[in-house]
């Protein structure tokens, strides 16, 4: 039986380590309103999310990294650093 090592995550993982992220943890790196996002991915602005289920919508944090850079924003390594 293989062992799993489990660590406690405290707190938003870095963008630049691959995961989902919901729209609240979007919003974070993204300061607008739930609104104001959802116009922007319905106007082609911002990347489309995945759907896990008929309530639950995720990007990949590639994506969010990504729109980020490519609108003057650097990301750094670390939690919530991305400067504009």
């Known amino acids: 039986m293989a062992k799993v090592l489990v660590s406690k995550v405290n707190g938003p993982l870095p963008l630049t380590q691959p995961h989902f992220v919901r729209e609240k943890g979007v919003l974070k790196y ?13 106007n082609g602005e911002f990347p489309v999310p995945r759907k ?33």
């Open 30 to 42: 993204i300061p607008v309103s739930r609104f104001k996002l959802a116009q922007m991915v319905k």
């Open 52 to 84: 896990l289920g008929p309530r639950l919508a995720v990007w990949p944090s590639y994506q969010i990294k990504e729109y980020l850079e490519r609108n003057g924003c650097t990301v750094e390594e670390g939690y919530l650093n991305a400067v504009c």
